[in-house]
């Protein structure tokens, strides 16, 4: 069994103050020749899939860190114009779109990349975002769930529009397409009325789902291919995994429906001394404090003493994140309930996130990986890099020949699709259920 591999490619890092180090270019990530670079890595190396995250609006750390980058889907549109075999990943957020356009472009990314294309949908934590968008304030976590969970019913309606083998094109008659193969969505809901049908006919991208709360998790298991998790202990990991594939069972799926892609960061050094080195350099340019105190504010515990333990029984009961993630929050739960930890050791274990960072040699990291996948907690990872800059080319170059060699890892080949490589079977949604467009 091998394990899928994605790259997230966030500038400058997961430590995003990687961009104050002496080598670092501090306008990379406005750079298409910087990204290019990157992209081709992964193409020659074959990777499965090239992620960026974002956000409609303006980073909030825009004074000390380089933000939210340029729009990713014409980023990524343009990265797979100089790749051949990497899948494009790129989030976008069902709070505030439409779904006819965002079916419609993923569909077309789906179309010009020949099967290479996977949307990352969220529901937007940024608080920013919701003013761009004529709103005072997010709507409330459960509601913008219920309407990614209608967001994404009406994406797939859309995305099923046309039979397979609709266009007859029969020069002898003028016949162009049998009419009666093309359905409209006709959704009428709580939040969105949509009569479709999409004007060209396509296969349905892949779709990831980030949520970690009640609300995300029910989407993925129902409707996503793959779902993106956060997880510091295996125990935490495995729990979630046998819960997605369990709840994708109950929505009528099978398990193997639904993949589970768990979030690591790297740091690799030439040896071991090297990345501590580099490890030491980089929480040099981070504000510890700074992060620390943020990490109390995200786990609703205020004011407090930066270096005192906080065990599992200091947390309040549920977590407060009606504006952050409840997936971060369980992670790094299950982390103190197996140590306490001050703020300033979660500051510096898990640097800007709950994700779990790994320092070490390429072959450490091998192994971490290796372990991590023998232990059953995810179908794959999805890798994030401390410095991008410098992690991204070591894991490719050094960590991926490693997981080759063990036969952890199968490089991507041409022609094949992202949906063949994650193993995920097409969405069985087509047809059913939509009304014939008159014809
Ligand atoms: C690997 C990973 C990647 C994510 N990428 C994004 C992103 O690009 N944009 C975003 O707004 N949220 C992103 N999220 C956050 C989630 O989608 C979700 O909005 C957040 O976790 C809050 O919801 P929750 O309480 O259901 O977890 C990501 C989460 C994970 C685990």
């Known amino acids: 069994m091998t394990f899928h591999l994605i790259a997230s490619l ?59 980058g340029i729009d990713p889907l014409i980023l990524l549109g343009h990265l797979a114009a100089v790749t051949e075999r990497v899948g494009v990943l790129v989030t976008s957020s069902t709070s505030y779109n439409s779904p006819y356009n965002l079916a419609r472009r993923f569909q077309a990314l789906d179309i010009v990349t020949k099967g290479r294309a996977a949307v990352n949908l969220v529901t937007t934590y940024a608080p920013a975002a919701a003013a761009n968008f004529g709103q005072t304030e997010p709507a409330a976590k459960e ?5 990614a969970h209608e967001f994404l019913t009406v994406v797939r309606r859309l995305w099923d529009s046309w039979e397979p083998g609709a266009i007859v094109a029969d020069k002898a008659s003028g016949r162009y397409v049998d009419p009666g193969s093309i359905h409209a969505a006709d ?24 949520g970690g709360s009640e609300g995300g998790l029910n989407l993925g298991a129902e409707l996503a291919d793959v779902v993106f998790t956060v997880a510091q202990t295996q125990a935490k990991a495995i729990a979630f995994r046998d819960d997605i594939r369990r709840r994708a069972v109950a929505a009528g799926r099978g398990a193997d429906d639904v993949k589970i892609s768990l979030g690591v960061i790297v740091l690799i050094g030439e040896t071991e001394d090297d990345a501590r080195t580099r490890a030491d350099e980089l ?6 404090d700074q992060l620390a105190r943020g990490v109390l504010a995200a786990l609703g515990l205020g004011d407090r003493d930066l270096d005192e333990p906080i065990g599992i029984a200091d947390l309040p009961e549920v977590p407060v994140a009606e504006a952050g993630s409840v997936g971060f ?35 450490q990291i091998a192994d971490d990986l290796e372990s991590w996948y023998r232990a ?20 490719a170059r050094l960590v991926v020949p490693l ?34 467009v008159a014809g």
Do not use: C, K
């Open 143 to 147: 509601t913008r769930y219920r309407r």
């Open 187 to 210: 959704h009428h809901g709580e939040f969105f009325s949509v009569a479709g049908p999409l004007p060209v006919p396509g296969d349905h991208p892949v779709v990831v789902q980030a």
């Open 329 to 363: 929050q369980v992670s790094t739960r299950a982390l103190l309930a197996e140590r306490p930890l001050s703020a300033r050791e979660l500051a510096r274990h898990a640097p800007g996130s709950g994700h779990r960072l790994v320092v070490g040699t390429a072959e």
């Open 10 to 68: 966030m500038t400058p890092g997961h430590f995003r103050s990687a961009w104050r180090l002496p080598d670092a270019d501090p306008h990379a990530y406005l750079d298409i020749d910087y990204f290019r670079g990157l992209a081709r890595i992964a193409d020659e190396v074959g990777l499965d899939a090239i992620f960026l995250g974002d956000a409609p609006a303006l980073g909030p750390e825009i004074a000390t860190n380089p933000g939210t």
């Open 283 to 288: 929480y040099a340019t981070l504000g510890l």
């Open 376 to 395: 059953g907690t995810a179908d794959g990872f999805t890798i994030m890099y401390a410095d991008t800059a410098v992690d991204f080319e070591r894991f």
């Open 403 to 436: 997981l080759i060699d063990r036969g952890l890892f199968r490089p991507a080949e041409s022609g094949s699709t992202l949906r063949d490589r994650l193993d995920v079977p097409q969405y069985g949604q087509r047809r059913t259920g939509n009304a014939a």
